[in-house]
């Protein structure tokens, strides 16, 4: 186990491609963890002064969203010599849906249009995270790709921590009147800092073969 966990790692240091889909995987994953695993049911309970069962029901289409996406990229662009174009396609997607959900915060947007946003935001995660396990398997030496995404799963959720932590740390400065809610302007700080994150990682789009 220790010898493969030490060449996984050696690897994914090693290999640039590797590299920049961590970052593209781990900066998409962790912030779409944070959104749906912690902070969407009381963003919309704050910003929309609806039920927790309601705000449950419009986070849910964030996971169906990703289902659908995981079916879709399922099915378009099997041949690896598309890849790019999928992951690249997608990734712009969300991290541009993060856009949209950031201006929804600022104007306050229905909570329909809200609700689409992060179905459209979970989908094209989903399309981009089969193509990022697929890119993977493409690179990784014959009989060693269960170590490497073992890998690449591990540090991917390192940053599911660091996402969740770091957000909370922001939003704490924000307290509502109820625990665990907070203010509509700490979710608008919240998520411009989120924004800005997924838009820099599209650079590493560039520079993956």
Same mark, same amino acid.
């Not at 929309?48 to 378009?76: C, K, P, R």
């Given at each position: 186990?220790?010898?493969?966990?030490?060449?996984?790692?050696?690897?994914?240091?090693?290999?640039?491609?590797?590299?920049?889909?961590?970052?593209?995987?781990?900066?998409?994953?962790?912030?779409?963890?944070?959104?749906?695993?912690?902070?969407?049911?009381?963003?919309?309970?704050?910003?929309?002064?609806?039920?927790?069962?309601?705000?449950?029901?419009?986070?849910?289409?964030? #996971?169906? +969203? @990703?289902? /659908?996406? =995981? !079916?879709? $990229?399922?099915?378009?662009?099997?041949?690896?010599?598309?890849?790019?174009?999928?992951?690249?396609?997608?990734?712009?997607?969300?991290?541009?849906?993060?856009?949209?959900?950031?201006?929804?915060?600022?104007?306050?947007?229905?909570?329909?249009?809200?609700?689409?946003?992060?179905?459209?935001?979970?989908?094209?995660?989903?399309?981009?995270?089969?193509?990022?396990?697929?890119?993977?398997?493409?690179?990784?030496?014959?009989?060693?790709?269960?170590?490497?995404?073992?890998?690449?799963?591990?540090?991917?959720?390192?940053?599911?921590?660091?996402?969740?932590? #770091?957000? +909370? @740390?922001? /939003?704490? =400065? !924000?307290? $509502?009147?109820?625990?665990?809610?907070?203010?509509?302007?700490?979710?608008?700080?919240?998520?411009?800092?989120?924004?800005?994150?997924?838009?820099?990682?599209?650079?590493?789009?560039?520079?993956?073969?």
């Amino acid at each position: 186990l220790i010898k493969q966990m030490s060449f996984a790692i050696k690897k994914i240091a090693r290999t640039r491609q590797l590299l920049l889909m961590l970052v593209l995987w781990g900066i998409s994953f962790g912030s779409l963890m944070s959104l749906q695993g912690l902070w969407a049911v009381s963003w919309y309970q704050s910003s929309y002064g609806i039920t927790a069962n309601e705000a449950s029901t419009w986070a849910t289409l964030i #996971g169906i +969203g @990703v289902m /659908l996406g =995981n !079916f879709t $990229g399922a099915h378009i662009s099997k041949d690896s010599s598309k890849r790019k174009k999928v992951i690249s396609i997608f990734c712009t997607i969300y991290s541009f849906s993060w856009i949209g959900l950031l201006l929804s915060i600022y104007t306050k947007a229905s909570i329909v249009l809200v609700g689409i946003l992060g179905c459209v935001l979970g989908f094209a995660a989903g399309v981009s995270y089969v193509h990022l396990t697929a890119g993977v398997n493409d690179i990784s030496p014959k009989g060693k790709n269960g170590a490497l995404f073992g890998m690449m799963n591990f540090f991917i959720f390192v940053c599911v921590i660091v996402y969740q932590w #770091g957000t +909370g @740390v922001i /939003l704490q =400065n !924000f307290p $509502g009147m109820t625990e665990g809610i907070y203010t509509h302007e700490g979710y608008m700080i919240t998520f411009t800092v989120v924004t800005i994150i997924a838009l820099l990682s599209l650079f590493a789009i560039l520079f993956i073969k």
